[in-house]
C-alpha cells in the first residue's frame, strides 16, 4: 500500500494531518530542521508526537534535513539517538556525512534521503541505498517516466512530491538566499528570494522565478502505479487547516472517493493562479509560473459592476458567505465579509450569478475579486481535528474479575500491540454486586483518549464489589501501558566521536575551473596547476566533441569536470568519461552523486565538487574519493577546522561568479511567454539578467539541454586576502571562470600565483597583477562567506 505522507509544522498540525488519513507525518524538531521558521517540536513534543501518532498507526519521520559543521556532528548524532529512543520510525536528512556517522554509531535507526540530497538518477539512488539509505527522496524535477525508471530499477524506496510549494532551483543546491542575504536554504533558514519581483533584461518586469505549486489531484492513480512508497505533500509552513484540507483530499482520491468539490476546495485553500504538474507530464514552460503574484490567490469570485463609496457590488461567479476574506486582484486590497446584501436584503450568504453588495474599499468598477478566504470550508477544516466527533481507534477489551485473583484488563488494536493493567482481586459485596453494565459503561469512558471499545469481553464471577474508581484506574492504566508499548522507545544512548587532527603546514596549488577552450590555455599559460575542464556545458561554450576531446589528449594536467546536476544524456557523458580515461587520464571532479559512482567505477580519482555541499570532514571520508571543494557557505574560521579535520585533498573557492541555483524551467523562453512544445531559442549564446529590486544583476545563462543557471552579481575575489587564504592550509585554491576572456584569466591566474608566491616569503603586499585584478573588479566584488558565514 503506497503510503500518504503530511507536514506536520506543529502539533495542530500533525492533528489535522492524522485525523484526515495520513498514514506517515513529517516534522521538523527545535534542532537541525530545515524548515527553522515552523512552529517545529521540542524534545518533550516529539514524544508526545509520536505517541499520538503511533496510537493512530501513523509513522513519524524526523527532518535532520541541514548541512552540519564538524562542530555540530556530535550534538546532532546525540539529537538523532534521543529521536531513535523516542520511537521516531525514520530520521530525514540532508548531510552526506552526518550519513556515515548515523550508519557507524546508530545502524538501527531507518535514515531517508532528503530531497535536499539532490538525487535525480538510478545511480545516485543506488549509491544511497548502498551507504544505508532506505528511502530517497527525488528531486522534484523529475517526469514520470524518469521516476518509472528509477523505480523499477532500485531495490530503496522511493517518495515523491505531490503536491504543494515548488522550489525553482533543483533542492539543496541553491545558494541564492544565502550568498545575497545571509540567510541558507541549506541550513533551514531561505528567504525565498524566489518569491521577489525581477526584471528580466531590464524589459519584462513579474515574478520569473515563482513557480505555481504542484497538485497531482486528478493523476494521482498514474503516480501509485509506478510502485513508489510514499506520496509527500509539502507544507511545514502551512496552516493546519490546510494540511486538514489537502490530505483529506489525497486520501479521498487513492480510495476513489475523490469529488470535484474537494478539488475546489484544495484551490481554495491556497494556490498561485492555479497548480501545475512541474515536470510529471512534461515541461509546462510558462504555464508552470505565477508571474503575476507569488503568494495565495484564492479563487476568483467576480467582478465589481458598481461603487457606491466604500460598498460595491460584485457579479459573483461563486458562493459568497458572511466571515468569507475578499481581495483586490492586483492590488494586494481585501476585506472580510461582515455583512452581504442581495437585492438591498441583508443574507447570510449569496450564489453564483447574483449581485452581492459587500464592504471594500480601494476597489474601482471593473476590478477582479477573488475570495481569499472561505469560511465554511475552514469552519469544516477545524472541525475534522478539533470538533466533538473526531476520528478514534477501535480497540478491543478483555476485563477478567474473580474473587480468587487479581482484576485484569487487556486491551488490544487491531495490529494486536496490547496494553494491560492489574489491581487487586474484587471484594464480597456488602450490599449490591457490580453488574457487568456498570462495568462497561466505566470501561466506555475512554475520554481524551485516540480509544473506543469496539467490543469487551467481560469474564466476572456475579457476586463481586468493584469500585469505580478500580474500573477507571484499570481504563486508564491499560490505555496507557497499550500506548507505551505503540510507541516503541528504545532508550537513548549516548554518543561519542573522535575527530583526529592532521597537522598541515602547506601553501596551495591553484586549480581552474571551466567550460571554455580558451580558458583552459590561458590558465595553462599564466601557469595554473590543473583544470578541471567541462561543466555544465553551457550555450555560451564551444559544444565541439572533438575539441573537447582534443584537450585532454594534448594536456596532462586539464581533467574532466562534471556538473551537479545530470539528468539528460547520461549514457553520452558516461560514453565520454570512459573515452577520456583512455587517453590515460585518471582524474575527474563531479558535483553528481550518480556519476561520481560511475566514474569511481571505472577508475577515476574523484574529486568532489560543490554539489556534494561539503561542510564537514566526515563528508569527505564518506566516499573514496580523492578530496573535494569545500562549501561556498564555510567561513575562514569554519574552513580552517575541517581542513584540519581530513587527510583528503581540500580545495576552497577563491575567485568566481557563484553559481546561484540550476533550474530545469528556461526562465527566458517562459518568461517570455513560450510553452511546453516551441520556443524560439531567444536565450541562445547570450547571457540574460534579472534585476532584483536593489538594481543587482543576476546573469542567466542556459544550457544545451535547456537548464536555466543563475550566477551571483558579484564576483567572489579573495585577492587581498592572500594571508587568510593561505593560512587555512588547503591543498588548493580554486579559480571559477564563466565568461571572462583569454586576458581576464590570465591575469587572474597571475595574480593568485604571485600572491602565494609572496606569501611564502611572508611578503603579503600587492604586486601589479595583484592590484591590476583589483582595478579591473573595481565595485563588483564579494568576499562571499569568508568573513560572516551562516547561521
Not at 481535528?385 to 480468587?404: E, M, Q, R, T, V
Request: charged share 25%; net charge neutral; with cysteine.
Amino acid at each position: 500500500m503506497v503510503e500518504l505522507l503530511a507536514p506536520a509544522g506543529d502539533f495542530e498540525s500533525l492533528k489535522a494531518a492524522v485525523l484526515n488519513g495520513a498514514d506517515a507525518v513529517y516534522i521538523g524538531g527545535k534542532e537541525f530542521s530545515a524548515r527553522q521558521f515552523a512552529g517545529n517540536f521540542d524534545r518533550d513534543e516529539i514524544i508526545e508526537a509520536v505517541r499520538f501518532c503511533h496510537a493512530y498507526n501513523c509513522k513519524v519521520y524526523v527532518t535532520v534535513n541541514t548541512l552540519l559543521r564538524n562542530d555540530e556532528l556530535l550534538s546532532a548524532l546525540n539529537y538523532a539517538s534521543f529521536l531513535y529512543g523516542a520511537g521516531v520510525d525514520a530520521i530525514i536528512i540532508q548531510d552526506i556525512g552526518f550519513l556515515k556517522l548515523l550508519r557507524e554509531n546508530l545502524p538501527e535507526f531507518e535514515v531517508h534521503a532528503s530531497t535536499q540530497m539532490t538525487a535525480h538518477s538510478l545511480d545516485a539512488v543506488n549509491l544511497l541505498y548502498d551507504m544505508g539509505v532506505k528511502r530517497v527522496v527525488l528531486s522534484r524535477e523529475l517526469s514520470l517516466e524518469e521516476i518509472k525508471h528509477i523505480t523499477k530499477n532500485t531495490k530503496a524506496e522511493i517518495e515523491v512530491f505531490v503536491h504543494g510549494a515548488l522550489c525553482i532551483s533543483f533542492s539543496g543546491q541553491c545558494l541564492f538566499s544565502s550568498l545575497i542575504g545571509g540567510r541558507s536554504g541549506n541550513r533551514g533558514r531561505c528567504a525565498q528570494p524566489c518569491r521577489m519581483e525581477y526584471i528580466l533584461d531590464d524589459k519584462h518586469r513579474a515574478y520569473h522565478l515563482s513557480p505555481k505549486d504542484l497538485s497531482t489531484l486528478t493523476f494521482i492513480n498514474e503516480i501509485v502505479s509506478m510502485g513508489v512508497a510514499s506520496l509527500k505533500i509539502e507544507g511545514r509552513m502551512k496552516r493546519p487547516e490546510y494540511v486538514a484540507v489537502v490530505v483529506d483530499a489525497y486520501k479521498k482520491a487513492l480510495e476513489g472517493r475523490l469529488t470535484s468539490r474537494d478539488v475546489e476546495n484544495v484551490t481554495q485553500i491556497f494556490n498561485r493562479g492555479g497548480f501545475t504538474s512541474a515536470f510529471l507530464k512534461g515541461r509546462e514552460g510558462s504555464d508552470m509560473m505565477s508571474y503575476e503574484r507569488p503568494k495565495n490567490w484564492g479563487t476568483y469570485l467576480g467582478k465589481v459592476v458598481k461603487v457606491s463609496g466604500k460598498f460595491v457590488d460584485i457579479l459573483l461567479d461563486n458562493e459568497l458567505s458572511v466571515g468569507d476574506g475578499i481581495e483586490i486582484f492586483g492590488k494586494e486590497k481585501g476585506a472580510p465579509v461582515t455583512s452581504i446584501k442581495v437585492l438591498g436584503e441583508n443574507v447570510e450568504s449569496a450564489q453564483k450569478g447574483d449581485i452581492a453588495q459587500v464592504f471594500l474599499e480601494g476597489a474601482q468598477k471593473g476590478d477582479v475579486i477573488y475570495k481569499s478566504l472561505d469560511a465554511k470550508l475552514i469552519s469544516s477544516a477545524l472541525e475534522s481535528f478539533k470538533g466533538k466527533d473526531i476520528k478514534k481507534i477501535p480497540i478491543y477489551g478483555k476485563f477478567i474479575a474473580h474473587l480468587s485473583s487479581d482484576t485484569k484488563l487487556l486491551v488490544e488494536n487491531k495490529q494486536g500491540v496490547i496494553g494491560e493493567a492489574v489491581c487487586e482481586p474484587p471484594q464480597v459485596p456488602l450490599k449490591t454486586p457490580t453488574s457487568r453494565g456498570k462495568i462497561e459503561e466505566y470501561l466506555n469512558k475512554t475520554g481524551d483518549s485516540p480509544f473506543y471499545f469496539e467490543n469487551i469481553d467481560i469474564d466476572m464471577d456475579e457476586n463481586i464489589a468493584l469500585s469505580a474508581s478500580k474500573i477507571n484506574f484499570l481504563r486508564r492504566e491499560a490505555i496507557k501501558n497499550l500506548l507505551d508499548n505503540l510507541q516503541n522507545s528504545k532508550g537513548t544512548k549516548n554518543i561519542s566521536i573522535v575527530l583526529k587532527s592532521f597537522d598541515k603546514k602547506i601553501f596551495p596549488k591553484i586549480a581552474v575551473k571551466t567550460g571554455r577552450a580558451d580558458i583552459v590555455k590561458a590558465s595553462l599559460d599564466a601557469g595554473c596547476d590543473v583544470v578541471f575542464f567541462g561543466g555544465d556545458n553551457l550555450r555560451i561554450n564551444s559544444n565541439d566533441y572533438d575539441e573537447t576531446l582534443n584537450i585532454f589528449k594534448e594536456n596532462d594536467k586539464v581533467y574532466p569536470l562534471y556538473p551537479e546536476i545530470i539528468v539528460e544524456n547520461l549514457d553520452k557523458i558516461k560514453e565520454n568519461a570512459l573515452k577520456i580515461k583512455s587517453f590515460g587520464v585518471n582524474k575527474a571532479l563531479c558535483g553528481n552523486m550518480g556519476l561520481y559512482s560511475f566514474l569511481s567505477r571505472n577508475g577515476f580519482d574523484v574529486y568532489l565538487d560543490r554539489g556534494f555541499n561539503i561542510f564537514n570532514s566526515s563528508a569527505l571520508d564518506a566516499f573514496e574519493n580523492a578530496g573535494g571543494i569545500l562549501s561556498l557557505e564555510l567561513n575562514l574560521k569554519q574552513l580552517k577546522y575541517l581542513i584540519e579535520k581530513t587527510e583528503k585533498s581540500t580545495l576552497v573557492t577563491v575567485y568566481g561568479r557563484s553559481k546561484l541555483m540550476v533550474s530545469r524551467q528556461c526562465i527566458i523562453g517562459s518568461s517570455m511567454g513560450h510553452g511546453k512544445y516551441k520556443c524560439p531559442n531567444i536565450c541562445k549564446n547570450s547571457i540574460h539578467y534579472i534585476k532584483d529590486r536593489k538594481g543587482e544583476k543576476f546573469p542567466v545563462i542556459t544550457d544545451y539541454n535547456c537548464k536555466s543557471h543563475i550566477y551571483n552579481s558579484k564576483i567572489l575575489c579573495m585577492i587581498e586576502n592572500m594571508r587568510d587564504i593561505c593560512r587555512m592550509n588547503s591543498d588548493y585554491i580554486v579559480l571559477d571562470f564563466l565568461d571572462e576572456s583569454y586576458s581576464d584569466a590570465y591575469l587572474t591566474v597571475s595574480a593568485f600565483k604571485e600572491g602565494i608566491i609572496k606569501a611564502e616569503k611572508n611578503d603579503f603586499s600587492l604586486s601589479p597583477d595583484m592590484e591590476s585584478l583589483l582595478y579591473k573588479l573595481k565595485g563588483n566584488i564579494t568576499k562571499g562567506h569568508f568573513y560572516r558565514g551562516v547561521e
